[in-house]
């Protein structure tokens, strides 16, 4: 990617997380903290809120407001196994909370699970979805069937 000078420049990431302070803030730490309450312990768990990012202020169109979050929280035995030791971890993520008049508010969570699962010494494994040879091309499987049964 490049920009109107030529160069690609990372944004910054620097900034200092907050405690909620705005409706749309409070309604992400909600959900996240019960969205979460199966598998993570919500008791003495910390909710933050990076509201002084590379961007500035809060991002809104005053419909939808984004809220990066960090939620340090300790996962519970159901999730790491009965015989290892909680350990505190941090998860980043981002939420996005839609409010529209006369609504209740819509929240979209996005969880950066690989980083947390990692933390922990879980892994995290998934394939490319793949659809039959039949289901997309009958010649070609005919083709195939074919060219194997000449090299038997």
């Known amino acids: 990617m ?7 420049q990372e944004p910054s990431t620097s900034g200092s997380y ?4 705005t409706s749309a803030e409070e309604i992400a730490a909600r ?14 768990s910390d909710f933050l809120v990076l509201r002084d990012g590379p961007w500035g202020e809060e ?22 196994g009965p015989l290892a030791q909680p350990t505190e971890i ?3 993520g981002t939420s996005y909370v839609v409010t529209n ?16 699962y990692s933390v922990l010494g879980l892994i995290a494994a998934s394939r490319i979805p793949s659809t039959s040879i039949t289901e997309t091309d009958p010649a070609a499987m005919a083709a195939w069937l074919a060219a ?5």
Do not use: C
């Open 2 to 8: 490049s920009t109107s000078s030529g160069s690609y």
């Open 18 to 21: 907050h405690e909620p302070s």
């Open 31 to 44: 959900d996240i903290r019960q969205g979460l309450d199966p598998i993570f312990d919500s008791t003495g």
């Open 59 to 80: 991002v809104t169109n005053n419909v939808v407001t984004a809220v990066v979050w960090q939620y340090t929280t300790t996962p519970k035995a159901s999730l790491i």
């Open 90 to 92: 941090t998860i980043d």
């Open 101 to 116: 008049e006369g609504e209740d508010p819509q929240v979209l969570r996005f969880i950066d699970w690989f980083t947390a």
């Open 148 to 152: 194997q049964q000449t090299t038997s």
